[in-house]
């Protein structure tokens, strides 16, 4: 039996992935948790698990079963709903040693930071019962390793990227509309994406752009390369990274050129361009499937589908991580290694539009056989899966954040919207980006 993945589990997904989702209402107002508070007289141990936003566990059923499973653990979660505001207390928590849940969830962008300066202040997990390192991504699992080898995250969800496309709007420009004929287009060489575009441009119906902007272009594209801003030893090397410089010029193209319909992501307008068919190309993460559903809406519906990407890519992904200073670590270690077991991940994906960064996950039905009806029953489940297993290992720095943002937000966007030259936005970004970081 083919297995379809929720709308409400991919378009949470995707908000909790570009960190805009709001969490529970019940968990939001909660505090973060000190470890171990709050163990009942009948002898059971309290664990509680801080997170950002809707992180999918709890609403998943996974908390539930685990209790089910074992009768003297009781689990409570806290959420904060976004993770500008999460992380910052978390740092604060892991320097005082105080206020900390059992088990603390940590977004991709801050997972270098984590490993590289709070390593001694967590479990290593990759002892843990019941982990093995061969049941995660290489790639995913050197992300959550510190320098002294010891792993002190482990990985729950990933951003397999694809390109997502209008077959409605390809067909009018005379382009292939198969899945398969779409992803040779570009196979292997994001300048033969740059190309396509070319080619739908001489034939773009009125008011459709090839792509929704130049911004989420380089981003495809620099998270298609292993050294992206830093180096191995830690240095920043964006500015003379030929990588980046390569996504600079290509994403760049894309605005000159006129293939863009010049939106900034996650923005109203964003939004409003899928319902309008404003852009035939998104760049898309496993997560944005259901927030193309739901921006688009019925009127979408088999008007959407999904090829591979000319590389393989990865936008998003979270970890857990168990704190030394938690009053449980053993059994706090022994839930984080059973939350984010192959079995698990690959409910968590069904349920909630996560995808999974235990590749023993995908030879699992719920993964394997996953489709996506409302575009056009793509095998999302194989497609995403071959993506994932593409993702280069990857040199993470602490501040990959901030860089990303400046260059999308300060550089790219200027030449996208306000027909900056290439080299104006990019020396914006270098100045802003140069400043933030104290250089």
């Known amino acids: ?23 529970c209402a019940e968990d939001a107002e909660e505090p973060t948790a000190r470890s171990g508070d709050g163990d009942s007289d009948k002898g059971k141990i309290t664990l509680t698990v801080g997170v950002f936003g809707a992180f999918g566990l709890k609403e998943a059923g996974l908390y539930d079963e685990y209790m089910k499973l074992n009768k003297n653990i009781e689990i409570k979660q806290t959420s904060i709903e976004r993770n500008e505001n999460y992380y910052p207390q978390l740092l604060t928590h892991l320097g005082t040693g105080s206020g900390l849940a059992d088990i603390q969830a940590v977004e991709v962008n801050n997972i270098a930071e984590i490993t590289a300066t709070q390593a001694d202040k967590l479990v290593d997990l990759g002892r843990a019962p019941g982990v093995s390192k061969d049941s995660f991504l290489d790639w995913k699992w050197a992300q959550g390793t ?12 990933i951003g397999p990227q694809g390109i997502c496309y209008r077959k409605d709007l390809f067909a009018k420009a005379g382009l292939p509309t198969d899945r398969e004929e779409v992803g040779a287009l570009w196979a292997g060489d994001w300048n033969k994406y740059l ?10 119906p ?42 600079w010029d290509i994403a760049a193209a894309f605005a000159t050129e006129g293939l863009t319909a010049k939106l900034q992501q996650f923005t109203p307008a964003w939004d409003q361009g899928y319902a309008n068919a404003t852009f035939a190309t998104v760049s898309c993460p496993a997560w944005m499937l259901g927030y193309i559903q739901d921006k688009a809406g019925d009127a979408g519906k088999d008007k959407w589908d999904v090829a591979a990407a000319p590389k393989p890519s990865n936008w998003g992904g979270s970890f857990l991580t168990v704190p030394k200073a938690g009053k449980h670590t053993e059994e706090a270690a022994k839930l984080a290694a059973w939350l984010t077991a192959p079995e698990q991940q690959a409910r968590l994906f069904s349920e909630r539009g996560s995808f999974p960064s235990a590749r023993a996950a995908y030879e699992l039905p719920a993964v394997s056989d996953a489709t996506h009806d409302y575009f056009g029953n793509a095998p999302i489940g194989q497609i995403f899966s071959k993506a994932a297993q593409g993702v280069p290992v990857q040199i993470l720095g602490p501040k990959d954040l901030i860089i990303a943002q400046n260059m999308a937000d300060i550089g790219m966007l200027q030449v996208d919207q306000k027909g900056r030259s290439p080299k104006e936005g990019w020396d914006a970004a270098v100045k802003a980006i140069d400043n933030a970081l104290d250089l």
């Open 146 to 157: 510190a320098g002294d080898g010891r792993t002190v995250a482990l990985g729950t969800d």
């Open 1 to 23: 039996m083919r297995r379809t993945v929720s709308l409400a589990g991919l378009a949470v997904a995707a908000a909790l992935a570009a960190g805009l989702l709001t969490g």
């Open 206 to 247: 009125e008011g459709a752009a090839f792509t929704d902007s130049a911004s989420g272009v380089m981003a495809a594209i620099t998270g298609s390369s292993e050294t992206r801003f830093y180096d191995k030893d830690g240095k920043v090397v964006y500015k003379s990274n030929p990588a980046v410089k390569q996504a």
């Open 195 to 204: 190309d396509a575009g070319k080619r739908f441009q001489d034939k773009a």
